[in-house]
């Protein structure tokens, strides 16, 4: 991702992070907790990073095999904290949009999910599930 496009991205009120927050991307983005299958574009993956903003987990969507020039490449679209954990629980539970994870890592995320809401609480259940048969 072009610096200038990162600076645009941290600018837009949907995108609040600090720039300090992404200077190891390239680290986490090796070593995810989960890896899903965009809801919106075949193209693109997900990314569920151990990369935190204020404590919230960030995610990076990412363009696979975008050519550029004559090379393709793994194109950064987008980066940002996904502070609604039932998105990210509904894409395990019912969307079926996992295409990898890191078992021990995002088990270890579910537990550090607080909720005071019994539906959420159901979705971590039923994601358990997801990932203990992967």
Known sequence: ???QRLVDKKLQSNH????VSVV??????????????SKTRTDCKVILTEM?????????AIE???LCGRR??????SVYPKDNIRDILLWIAQDD???????E????????QQSNSADVTKLIKDATKVIEKI
């Open 1 to 3: 991702m072009a610096v």
């Open 16 to 19: 609040p992070f600090s720039l």
């Open 24 to 37: 190891h991307m390239p680290e986490y983005l090796a070593e995810p907790i989960a890896v899903f299958q």
């Open 52 to 60: 935190e903003d204020k404590g919230i987990n960030m995610v990076v």
């Open 64 to 66: 696979m095999n975008k």
């Open 72 to 77: 393709e490449v793994n194109s950064v679209r």
């Open 97 to 103: 949009l996992i295409a990898y994870a890191n078992k």
């Open 105 to 112: 890592k995002i088990l270890n995320w579910f537990c550090k």
